[in-house]
């Protein structure tokens, strides 16, 4: 895993909120690196990759999650079933593809600065801005529901001030910076902090 990572954040407060961190060793490495360790497990050599104890590799932090959910009793964070399910795995989607959009924007920032790569960093700075409209129109409904939707979109709220506070993501969304404080203040999430 990587401690930059939103999609091992999201993959880590998932763990803790489910009671399971404690059993998970975490090995910290850079993904774009391709260390043979990471390849052999999971061939893309992406963070987060979780070898279960019988040395299954599971890939994709979606994936892993509904792996974690099989674990242990706490209460499940994907919901697989029901109208309310499935909405909130489209939440999770959009949290989720805006989350790709502000990591690929990332590296691309890292690249020296040519007006067709400036473009396509400024569409995915469009792709999250449209997500992050459509949560500030719909989060009053979502009060301290605790599930993999509400997991995604904090960890993308806080990859964004991590990686772009440029941006202000906050100004004119006050009901999203809101319920963000209120999760924020999560032991899962504040022991999952972005390195400083
Ligand atoms: C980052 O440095 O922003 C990053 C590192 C690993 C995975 C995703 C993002």
New binding site residues.
Partial sequence: M???????RKVRVAAAERGLDRGIELVRL???ERGAELVAANPLS??PTLVAADGTAHVDSLAICIYLDTLGTGLRLVPLDGRDGFAALQRHALADGATDA??LR??ESQKSAVPDRLEWMERQRHTIGRVLDRFEATVAGFGATMAIDTVALACLLA?LD??FPADGWRGGRPELARWYEQFAARPSFLATR?PE
Wanted: no cysteine.
């Fill in positions: 990587n401690d930059a990572s939103p999609f091992a850079n993904p774009h992406k963070v502000a990591v990332r590296v990859y991590f990686r972005f």
